[in-house]
């Protein structure tokens, strides 16, 4: 069903569900190319990858909320490539415009080996640990950030107030291709880690009894989700609700086995941003901020599944 779902999403974004391309016109052609797939692809790789982040995260923290901006991550790519624009790279051409991509890729790495290792200093628990410093680096980034605004010029101050309220118009065909290898990879093997991820339901403890390395496991699925992430906000800026919503509302609906959750979020997540790109078609073009659908759209389902949750 998922998978239906997903292709009629796809086939309606791309707009061949609603109106034929005649792709024997060359204006149609630099549409499609130019437009709408780069458009349908950054959507596809950005939910999934949001989505099987924040799955991945909900367990190994053991807390059904758990998202990237929880734990600083995206606040770690943000200021990275809120640093790039305020320096004026917004306005370079050619190759050198995909720094962008870089910095905030390069962000969310750094932040991520700093929560891991302040974590580690706070000699807690991996869950609380974690978030404890996540919520630091979180509110370290979102500080400087604030500065950044207070120092920046008009232009940049516009540049870095879209690319945070997030853009799936931002990346081409290029950096999809360049991406699209590594975020199957990346989502792969996660999935392969489905009933690992099962066992760490039962605590650590239970897990090792069953095998698991837990020392070695918990550091390397914190850092795919961290990729993920990264990967993501490099693609189309932060965007927000899609990683929170998607695994909670799976989880509600059909249980907490990982070896199905995972590929489920994966789809759900690139289904609920393909929706934002249909949706957002009719404003006659106008790039609305993909924050701004995410949270209209996922906050009263959210509502709705905490409300449904708390009755049970």
Same mark, same amino acid.
């Given at each position: 069903m998922l998978v239906a779902l997903l292709l009629v999403m796809i086939a309606l974004s791309v707009g061949i569900a609603v109106k034929g391309l005649q792709l024997d016109a060359q204006i149609d052609q630099q549409i499609l190319w130019?437009?709408?797939l780069p458009l349908v692809g950054s959507a596809i790789l950005v939910g999934a990858s949001l989505a099987v982040s924040s799955a991945l995260l909900q367990v190994m923290l053991r807390n059904p909320l758990a998202d990237p901006g929880l734990i600083g991550i995206t606040s770690g790519a943000s200021l990275f490539a809120a640093i790039y624009l305020l320096l004026g790279g917004a306005s370079l051409a050619g190759f050198a415009s995909y720094g962008l991509p870089l910095f905030s890729f390069l962000g969310a790495l750094l932040s991520t080996f700093l929560i891991h290792a302040i974590a580690r200093r706070l000699g807690l628990d @991996?869950? %609380? +640990?974690? !978030?404890?410093?996540?919520?630091?680096?979180?509110?370290l980034g979102g500080g400087v950030i604030?500065?950044?605004?207070?120092?920046?010029?008009?232009?940049?101050?516009?540049?870095?107030?879209?690319?945070?309220?997030?853009?799936?118009?931002?990346?081409?065909?290029?950096?999809i291709s360049l991406t699209l290898l590594p975020v199957c990879?990346?989502?792969?093997?996660?999935?392969m880690q489905g009933q690992a991820l099962n066992w760490l339901y039962f605590g650590g403890q239970a897990a090792q009894v069953a095998g698991l390395d837990v020392k070695a496991f918990y550091p390397r699925m914190l850092l795919i989700s961290a990729l993920l992430v990264g990967?993501?906000? @490099?693609? %189309? +800026?932060? !965007?927000?609700?899609?990683?929170?919503?998607?695994?909670h509302l799976l989880r509600n609906l059909f249980g907490h086995d990982n070896r199905f959750i995972l590929p489920a979020s994966a789809m759900t997540g690139?289904?609920?941003l393909l929706m934002v790109?249909?949706?957002?078609?009719?404003?006659?073009?106008?790039?609305?901020?993909?924050?701004?659908?995410?949270?209209?759209?996922?906050g009263p389902v959210f509502l709705y599944s905490v409300i449904r949750l708390a009755k049970n």
């Amino acid at each position: 069903m998922l998978v239906a779902l997903l292709l009629v999403m796809i086939a309606l974004s791309v707009g061949i569900a609603v109106k034929g391309l005649q792709l024997d016109a060359q204006i149609d052609q630099q549409i499609l190319w130019q437009l709408r797939l780069p458009l349908v692809g950054s959507a596809i790789l950005v939910g999934a990858s949001l989505a099987v982040s924040s799955a991945l995260l909900q367990v190994m923290l053991r807390n059904p909320l758990a998202d990237p901006g929880l734990i600083g991550i995206t606040s770690g790519a943000s200021l990275f490539a809120a640093i790039y624009l305020l320096l004026g790279g917004a306005s370079l051409a050619g190759f050198a415009s995909y720094g962008l991509p870089l910095f905030s890729f390069l962000g969310a790495l750094l932040s991520t080996f700093l929560i891991h290792a302040i974590a580690r200093r706070l000699g807690l628990d @991996s869950g %609380a +640990g974690v !978030i404890l410093a996540g919520i630091a680096i979180s509110t370290l980034g979102g500080g400087v950030i604030a500065w950044l605004y207070f120092l920046a010029d008009a232009q940049s101050l516009r540049n870095l107030t879209f690319w945070l309220l997030g853009s799936l118009h931002q990346a081409d065909l290029l950096l999809i291709s360049l991406t699209l290898l590594p975020v199957c990879g990346l989502i792969g093997y996660a999935m392969m880690q489905g009933q690992a991820l099962n066992w760490l339901y039962f605590g650590g403890q239970a897990a090792q009894v069953a095998g698991l390395d837990v020392k070695a496991f918990y550091p390397r699925m914190l850092l795919i989700s961290a990729l993920l992430v990264g990967i993501a906000v @490099s693609l %189309a +800026g932060s !965007i927000a609700f899609i990683g929170l919503l998607v695994p909670h509302l799976l989880r509600n609906l059909f249980g907490h086995d990982n070896r199905f959750i995972l590929p489920a979020s994966a789809m759900t997540g690139a289904i609920l941003l393909l929706m934002v790109v249909w949706v957002s078609g009719a404003f006659g073009g106008v790039a609305v901020p993909v924050s701004m659908l995410t949270a209209t759209l996922g906050g009263p389902v959210f509502l709705y599944s905490v409300i449904r949750l708390a009755k049970n």
